[in-house]
């Protein structure tokens, strides 16, 4: 029995094997038609890894935490995988699958690139994909070992399914998979994101590759079913899933947006009813008025461009469109790589990301070439996170309208070997030394670290960041890109006429400010109500409704699009029968 098995291994090998190789798009190849059965049937063949469940609590890694290690696969388009692997092996190791790694060091040596911090496996493949069919990071208690986890690769391309065997193999990292069944799961890393706090996103798509009508799937799940092996095998407590985009033929997610940290989501921008843009926009709608981040609050929206091909033309313009995108882009420890296409777009998209990641080297690489076959760099990349994480997540300040008052600053913090100590660095001016403040243990929640910043100036920006030191004396900053990457919020004066005492409402400050895309206020009322909320220019011309009406007793949230309104400087009005409060809006 055991023969026959491995005689329909060797059989299907050959079979694959005897197709002419060719640069395998991102998307299924015409040429793949007829091996989508062969394919699915060899998989009911072959596992990898541990295929039941792990016995201990676990969490998938975030883009953003610290890793050890990048992988790619050696294949096409070297000019791209060139300038990922000069990036990123200044950052950490570099580990490249390959059929010949002299070949590859030749290479890399004929364009000033030595092999310090290069690693290789010799290994077939099929296609450069690295993010869609490598390895998930995951650590069990939160903090303790690394592990791998594995899902069914959704392309017929079998050498590439068992990569992350090899990479395992490599790396002395056990995995984990969910390539058998009762726990098969048909997924692709370019659609799955995760805050490293439980919550992960997906478009559709993954209810479609595992329904009754799926290519490669082995037993059909239900979205329920599904939940639970993504929480079984990852720790995801909460798999929000948005429509697919009826441009984006891959209906990866990785393709229109990306998450910055906890709490932010950068989101591509189409021109009002262009392409995607009308179904981008539905689903961030989705998501802030059903989901708010683990912290509790809104997600923070950032909008960034989606630029047009080279032509002028937008994916709506026909199937020949290159989907030029800037939110495929990778996070390697302290620098950010991204996708570039022309100088009159990139600007833009380089400005906003600095903007909103101070400290990390922001590097553009050219995605000319590689976007015609359906990705770009993090389609081709997976990041393996260290063996030794300390954790800390934290909710960003927020600007404050009162400056008598002082301002707690809380995080989650999290080593194996326990927390010797942890620390705010603040400052009002960057030319100047930080200021200190130990952080205590809450005696509430286990894990949680608090210390209370004192009173501030009106109209002062404080930046700060937060460092802690193990018990077994390792050290991390967060931002990791601290002292010279920060968080900052600002005091403001309180401009309202009223106050809560006299007309039973409170008018939270609207966040994010600056704003470019969705945006929130929320207006606490001591009874049911009535008002009007509008936002006018600084001529006092009202140019946008949000609200004219009743409001319940309690939380109201309203939102709003500031990519509507033209960049500048505008005043939120709340308004009844009582008197008007105000608060300044600045659009970017």
Wanted: overall charge negative; glycine content about 6%.
């Amino acid at each position: 029995m055991i023969k026959l098995f491995n005689l329909s291994i060797f059989i299907l090998i050959g079979y694959f094997s005897s197709v002419a190789q060719i640069n395998l798009p991102i998307y299924e190849h015409a040429s793949e038609n007829d091996k989508i059965a062969p394919y699915k049937y060899s998989r009911s063949l072959a596992s990898s890894g541990i295929t039941s469940p792990p016995d201990f609590e676990i969490r998938t890694m975030a883009e953003w935490e610290e890793i050890q290690a990048l992988v790619v696969t050696w294949t096409a388009y070297e000019s791209t995988l060139k300038e990922i692997v000069k990036y990123a092996k200044e950052e950490c190791t570099v580990i490249i699958i390959c059929s010949d790694s002299n070949q590859v060091k030749t290479y890399l040596t004929n364009y000033g690139i030595n092999s310090d911090n290069l690693e290789f496996i010799e290994k077939n493949y099929d296609s450069i994909w690295m993010r869609d069919y490598g390895t998930n990071t995951i650590y069990k208690d939160d903090v303790d070992s690394i592990y791998f986890v594995d899902w069914i690769y959704n392309r017929p391309r079998p050498n590439d399914d068992v990569l992350p065997d090899a990479v395992a193999d490599h790396t002395g990292i056990t995995l984990y998979s969910t390539t058998s069944a009762p726990n098969d799961l048909v997924h692709t890393g370019g659609n799955f994101m995760t805050d490293g706090l439980g919550t992960a996103f997906s478009s559709k798509l993954v209810l479609e590759e595992n329904d009754s009508g799926g290519q490669y799937n082995q037993t059909v799940k239900t979205e329920a079913e599904i939940d639970t092996i993504l929480k079984n095998y990852m720790g995801i407590d909460r798999f929000i899933l948005m429509e697919t985009l009826p441009y984006d033929g891959i209906h990866h997610i990785d393709m229109h947006m990306k998450l910055l940290d906890e709490e932010t989501l950068i989101v591509g921008e189409y021109p009002t009813d262009v392409a995607d843009g009308p179904q981008i926009t539905a689903n961030i709608e989705y998501v802030i008025n059903n989901f708010n981040s683990a912290f509790g609050d809104p997600y923070n929206i950032i909008s960034i461009p989606m630029p047009p091909d080279a032509s002028g033309d937008y994916p709506d313009d026909g199937w020949w469109v290159d989907y030029r995108t800037f939110t495929n882009s990778i996070f390697v420890n302290k620098t950010l790589l991204v996708p570039i296409y022309e100088e009159q777009y990139d600007s833009t998209a380089l400005r906003i990301l600095r903007e909103n990641l101070p400290g990390y080297k922001v590097v553009g690489i050219d995605c000319n070439n590689i976007i015609q076959a359906g990705g770009a760099l993090h389609c081709i990349t997976r990041a393996i996170g260290v063996n030794d994480p300390l954790l800390i997540s934290h909710q960003k300040l927020r600007n404050s309208w009162v400056a008598g008052n002082s301002y707690e600053v809380e995080a989650l913090i999290k080593h194996r070997s326990g927390i010797k100590s942890a620390t705010v660095y603040f400052t009002t001016d960057t030319t100047q030394s930080f200021q200190t403040l130990a952080m205590t243990e809450s005696g509430i929640e286990e894990n949680t670290w608090t210390a209370t910043m004192p009173q501030q100036n009106n109209f002062s920006t404080v930046y700060y960041y937060i460092q802690a030191e193990a018990i077994s004396g390792k050290t991390q900053v967060r931002p990791l890109t601290a002292p010279e990457g920060f968080w900052q919020f600002n005091i403001e004066e309180n401009t309202g006429i009223f106050s809560i005492e006299n007309v039973g409402m409170q008018f939270h400050k609207v966040f994010p400010n600056p704003a470019s895309a969705i945006t929130y206020v929320k207006i606490v009322s001591t009874t049911n109500n009535e008002m009007e909320l509008n936002i006018r220019n600084v001529l006092g011309q009202k140019v946008l409704d949000i609200h004219n009406g009743k409001i319940q007793k309690g939380i109201n949230t309203f939102f709003f699009d500031a990519s509507q309104l033209t960049m500048g400087t505008y005043l939120l009005v709340l308004s009844n029968s009582k008197g008007r409060m105000t608060q300044s809006l600045v659009v970017r």
